[in-house]
């Protein structure tokens, strides 16, 4: 997908006047236990969303923006998993939610959709069965009226010939259908907030294209908060009315999408726009950010970054970077960011 970031002609989006944020995240830390390590997966996260308000949240594989999201959907193994700050969805306080009433909150209060919609969707059940099962979970309604509320959701989602996929099982329809399907799925019971975990991950792109087009005029149409994860910046640029970017487990950068692609303020931020293809670079080479992430298994001393970083200095070596402000919302956490 080439890359748009012709945002800053985008009008700003009004929200209708709230006593409060829909999401509120505060200092949120995951970490899984194990014998033979402990991996902070998320450290420190902080963010908070409007109704009616998309958030992007970006970064390489493995900076914890998937673990941010189960997190919130509560969907991290408890076993060996340790959640430690603040979440609230609406009045629901996620961490101090039991999973009885968790159960209650996923899939009406809050969706989400999956990566990967094969392993998502039930391969022994209709696709009709799957979206009706969960309209009557939450609506307590009969079959016959879920099954109804199925087809139209199938309509929404511009499935073509809907009555008959209605009827399919997963592995009969095409990767776009199924993620149609799985956001079917995911809006059946009208929820607040729309978790997608890169959801376009495994479609070429001119599907892509189609299923952020539809995502974004779902999100409009429905009014709904959504938080949506990816690595590719032309999504952000496209959908996005804030962007979060992450880097080994903490938000390095956060503010408006047109304030972070156009100034963006940290040098990983820099670094990823600049390492990305452009049809006027044919003939040059991209210029990449070098090295690896960090292992979150092993203790970070300093800045994150700083192996990697092209302005490193010592301070940034031995110390953890401060948060500056540069007005209308946007941060980084960065020695240098100025």
Do not use: W
């Not at 968790?102 to 809050?110: D, E, N, P, Q």
């Not at 209709?126 to 009969?142: F, L, N, S, W």
């Not at 110390?319 to 209308?328: C, L, Q, R």
Request: overall charge positive; proline content about 7%.
């Amino acid at each position: 997908m080439q890359l748009d970031l012709a945002v800053e002609d985008r009008k700003p989006v009004t929200f209708a006047e709230v006593s409060e944020p829909l999401v509120e995240v505060r200092d949120l830390s995951v970490k899984f236990v194990s014998r033979e390590a402990v991996n902070r997966a998320v450290n420190g996260v902080s963010f908070s969303l409007a109704p009616s308000e998309v958030l992007c949240i970006i970064g390489e594989s493995g900076s914890g923006k998937s673990v941010t999201m189960r997190a919130l959907m509560k969907l991290l193994p408890p076993k060996r998993t340790v959640i430690e700050g603040g979440m609230r969805v609406g009045p629901h306080d996620i961490v101090k939610m039991r999973e009885a009433d968790m159960r209650a909150v996923r899939g009406s209060a809050i969706s989400m959709i999956f990566q990967e919609p094969m392993t998502a969707l039930d391969p022994v059940y209709t696709i009709g069965d799957q979206i009706a099962e969960t309209v009557m979970r939450h609506q307590k309604i009969g079959r016959g009226a879920a099954m109804e509320r199925a087809l139209e959701l199938l309509k929404l989602v511009r499935v073509p010939s809907p009555e008959r996929r209605l009827k399919a099982y997963p592995h009969e329809l095409s990767g776009g259908l199924r993620q149609r399907a799985m956001i079917a799925v995911a809006l059946s019971c009208n929820p607040q907030l729309l978790l997608a975990d890169e959801p376009t991950t495994a479609l070429d792109a001119t599907v892509q294209i189609q299923v952020l087009v539809l995502l974004r005029r779902l999100q409009q149409e429905l009014g709904m908060a959504v938080i949506f994860v990816t690595h590719d910046l032309g999504v952000a640029a496209q959908i996005a009315d804030k962007v979060a970017v992450m880097y080994a487990g903490r938000i390095v950068e956060y503010g408006a999408v047109a304030d972070v692609m156009m100034k963006p303020r940290h040098p990983y931020t820099v670094g990823m726009l600049a390492s990305t293809v452009h049809g006027h670079m044919r003939g040059h080479d991209i210029d990449a950010i070098p090295g690896s992430p960090p292992d979150l298994r092993k203790p970070i001393v300093g800045c994150s970054f700083a192996p990697r970083c092209k302005v490193v200095s010592a301070v940034c070596q031995t110390h953890s970077p401060p948060t500056k402000s540069f007005g209308n919302g946007q941060y980084a956490a960065c020695f240098h960011a100025e």
